[in-house]
């Protein structure tokens, strides 16, 4: 099926550690996008892309990286794991950068300890 | 900057009644908007979207919202809620200059009962 997916789906880390939340989607979308959601605090722009090669800052990016060396793939990187980094984290794209919308993956639930 | 108010954190109706969930938007120029539905431990589903035009929306699952620009408000609506509607409700808004950065309101979750 088309779509965002995500991987894991679940993980636990351990402060100090690092890891790599993948993000793959199969429409051909040129934008991509990396949200976190917090209760009380909707979804917050982490990281984005507008094509492959190109990625910018949102509105909550440190502590993570990112990287979009083709269409496809989107991961976002956490460099050393963090409690406050405890979220959901979602991936998104689209296809044109106003009017379509996003489809959303099914989210990395992160825990960390 | 541009954001979004969503002012009911929680809304409960019965099966069958009608339902309007608020959204009020802050944004300089026309804005797109947005209205995204999050059942639990899913992702969000686009329900439908304004950019231009008729600002009477209609989108998926019988929802509609209309846009007000005086009253800075996208508020959704459905007529008769099913209990399978009980999900969170997000409002967006995204910008027409460059890249949509897209704002996210806080959220309404909503319940349905009997």
């Known amino acids: 099926n088309a779509g965002v997916t995500q991987t894991p789906k679940f993980q636990v880390l351990k402060t100090g550690q690092s890891m790599t939340l993948q993000c793959a989607q199969d429409m051909n979308h040129e934008y991509m996008s990396w949200y976190r959601q917090d209760p009380g605090m909707g979804l917050r722009l982490i990281h984005y892309?507008?094509?492959?090669?190109?990625?910018d800052q949102g509105e909550v990016p440190n502590g993570y990286n990112v990287s979009r060396s083709t269409t496809e793939d989107f991961p976002l990187r956490l460099l050393s794991a963090a409690p406050s980094q405890t979220s959901v984290y979602f991936c998104a794209s689209s296809y044109s950068d106003r009017e379509d919308g996003y489809t959303f993956g099914s989210g990395t639930r992160l825990t960390v300890v | 900057a541009q954001s979004v108010t969503q002012p009911d954190i929680h809304i409960t109706v019965s099966e069958g009644a009608s339902l309007e969930l608020r959204c009020n938007y802050s944004?300089?120029?026309?804005?797109?908007l947005f209205w995204y539905v999050q059942s639990p431990g899913q992702g969000l589903q686009l329900l439908l979207k304004y950019f231009s035009g008729d600002t009477l929306v209609q989108g998926i699952k019988g929802f509609e919202a209309e846009f007000k620009r005086s009253q800075s408000s996208f508020n959704l609506r459905k007529p008769s809620v099913h209990w399978s509607d009980a999900a969170e409700y997000f409002c967006a808004v995204g910008g027409s200059w460059g890249y949509q950065k897209v704002t996210f309101g806080t959220g309404t979750k909503l319940q349905v009962i009997p």
């Open positions: 944004y300089g120029a026309t804005p797109y």
């Open positions: 892309s507008v094509g492959a090669g190109i990625t």
